[in-house]
């Protein structure tokens, strides 16, 4: 009866071990996802952009709606993407108002923050990494970002 009583321990001890290491995760600290050069692609007709180096495709139709900008007039536009040390990308092109900054979610882009970064259309923009800022360089002006706006 002892004996049984230590195999229903042993059972019951190893059945439990078992299920804590196929639940455990590895968790990586301090990683930095800092993409040191911009990303320069340019939309197709259907508003299509797809960077070929890294992989990644999206359509700014969603972007352009809130520009108040027409498909048929972007279409072959170049859009700029940076992504900081954190994760987020930085998205924008020339023509636009704000730069949108997005995170990537399972098989999406999503906006966390939409930095309104001119009151006229932005001409020639292009983005630099100074991490921990993004800076947005449009003309003479040199503006610092962060995924939570405008760094003064």
Sequence with gaps: MKSNLITQILIVLSFALLLSACSSRVAIQDVNFAQPIEVVAQTNAQGQFEDVRSGLTFNVLPMLEKEGIELSAFSGAEVRFIRNHQGYYFVTAAGFRNVYVMQVRENELRSTNIIRVS??????????QRNPLIQLIDGDRIINLTKNGIQS
């Design 119 to 128: 009151d006229n259309r932005l001409q020639g923009p292009a983005f630099n």
